[in-house]
């Protein structure tokens, strides 16, 4: 076993092959050399501005190198890198600084969170002696990353990694990245997916190729441009790329893809199956886990084709279905219309994660649930359904909100969607849904006959309502409870 430092591995990696490029994002690019140097000036201020191991360090900056190299200047000062979005209000950022208590924020102008050390986007740090980043030594991260997430509550809450910043070298990369490859990261590096898929590559020495932001074809033309081994998507982005017209699509080369990844939301049946007949069952990879990374499923094309909608088999042990009273599930006695509660538990001897401003919810044999609803089948294949607190209860009849949207996709004019339950006197929640579509070319009435094509009849929302903005964001994520109470609210 050989245990090093994210800091000594970064540093290894320039040794080995200086002038290779580590990140480019946009027109911005730097080598791995280039990284590390930029990381060490960076850890040398932000020490002399009084940040010490152990403290988290919030990162609010959009994708770029930039990100990068605040992340891993955290590390290097064995600080805590905790990632937000940069376009938060400036409300949901004091409650998540609330909750982690930075020493330092980096993306912010000089002066705009008093009491901490403020960096603002863009700056450079002066270019630092080698003494002086000698003297820093080779501290250890306690947690290699603390994300944060709102969940189906809205209210934010750290979810603080159980690892320390450590890898084995002797170990296999993670998550099929390969070593000396290419991952393209079109996701926002705030969200967890990203963080994780484009650091672990970074770590095994891939080139990581991020997107400033999301757009179909920039996807496309990243993965032939820099021969890209390994792309993360979500099936948002899976849409949109495959909505692309037919001669866009087929003009770029992606022979060099080996595995694509899909997670973060439900994909669609019908769209994953056209992913699978455009590039292949060998190469298209689903994976379900949630921050917390208390076990995860993996399922590869072949397997899906097998048992379709499935988010793959887990580890014995790892997964259980529990029904309304609490009692534990058997396979058959589940099925899409038999859904239980999905608990997860870690075969590890240490925790995986800690909250900070959540509790878990638990129950005895170390179970925790994330809220999903789900099933087993007899060969042990997880399939999911929807949080439970997003299920629409109307005339008696549980409704997953997931089944209609993923109909609602199907139509060419929808771009996106949400389906939430309204409160209705006779039916207790009458179906509406939020639909982002050109209207001009979408009628309410073809909708419905489209829908009804599709879904029994009491699944065909009563109501409609058409935005112009996306509902779901790049990484793919839909609060469903902050739209319902929108609506609520008038």
Not at 317 to 323: F, K, L
């Amino acid at each position: 076993m050989a245990v090093v430092s994210f800091t000594q591995q970064l540093l290894r990696l320039a040794d080995a092959a200086p002038h290779r490029a580590a990140i480019t994002c946009g027109h911005d690019s730097v080598s791995r050399r280039e990284l590390v140097q930029r990381v060490d000036d960076l850890a040398v201020e932000l020490h002399d501005r009084g940040v010490s191991a152990g403290e988290m360090v919030t990162i609010a900056l959009p994708n770029s190198v930039e990100w990068f190299v605040a992340f891993a200047a955290a590390w290097r000062l064995g600080a805590i890198p905790q990632p937000i979005s940069a376009r938060l209000p400036a409300r949901e950022i004091e409650a998540i600084l609330g909750l982690a208590d930075p020493r330092a924020v980096v993306g912010v102008p000089e002066g705009s969170v008093p009491g901490r050390v403020c960096v603002p986007e863009g700056h450079v740090a002066p270019r630092a002696a080698g003494a002086r980043v000698a003297a820093l030594g080779d501290p250890v991260s306690p947690a290699w990353k603390a994300p944060t997430s709102g969940g189906s509550t809205g209210r934010p809450k750290l979810i603080v990694s159980g690892d320390p910043a450590l890898l084995d070298t002797d170990d296999p990369p993670q998550l099929l990245l390969g070593t000396d490859g290419c991952l393209v990261m079109p996701g926002p590096l705030y969200h967890n997916g990203p963080v994780v898929w484009s650091l672990r590559a970074l770590l095994h020495g891939n080139h990581v190729v991020v997107l400033p932001r999301f757009e179909a074809e920039s996807t496309l033309a990243a993965i032939e441009a820099h021969r890209a081994t390994v792309v993360y998507l979500v099936p948002t982005m899976m849409k949109r790329i495959w909505r692309l017209p037919q001669e866009v699509r087929k003009r770029y080369d992606l022979d060099s893809l080996r595995v694509v990844w899909h997670l973060a939301e439900p994909c669609p049946e019908w769209l994953k199956q056209e992913w699978i007949d455009w590039l292949g069952h060998e190469r298209i990879f689903e994976l379900y886990a949630g921050t917390e990374a208390q076990t995860a499923t993996i399922i590869t094309g072949a397997e899906w084709l097998a048992h379709r909608g499935s988010v793959g088999r887990p580890v014995p042990g790892t997964v259980s279905i529990t029904d309304a009273g609490g009692r534990e599930m058997a396979p058959h006695q589940m099925g899409p219309g038999e859904m239980g509660e999905v608990w997860l538990r870690t075969v590890r001897d240490t925790p995986t994660y800690r909250y900070v401003g959540a509790e878990a919810r638990r129950r005895d044999g170390g179970w925790e649930s994330l809220g999903d609803m789900g099933y087993l089948d007899t060969d042990g294949y997880l399939y999911l359904g929807d949080r439970s607190a997003d299920m629409i209860l109307s005339g008696g009849a549980n409704i997953y909100p997931a089944e209609i949207e993923f109909a609602l996709q199907e139509h060419p004019g929808v771009h996106s969607c949400a389906v939430i339950g309204l409160p209705d006197e006779d039916k207790g929640n009458t179906i509406h849904a939020i639909v982002e579509a050109d209207v001009a070319s979408v009628d309410v009435d073809e909708l419905r006959s489209f829908l009804g094509e599709r879904l029994v009849s009491y699944k065909v929302p009563r109501t409609f309502e058409f935005v112009e903005e996306a509902l779901r964001d790049d990484a793919g994520k839909l609060r469903r409870s902050a739209l319902r109470q929108a609506r609520l609210n008038g």
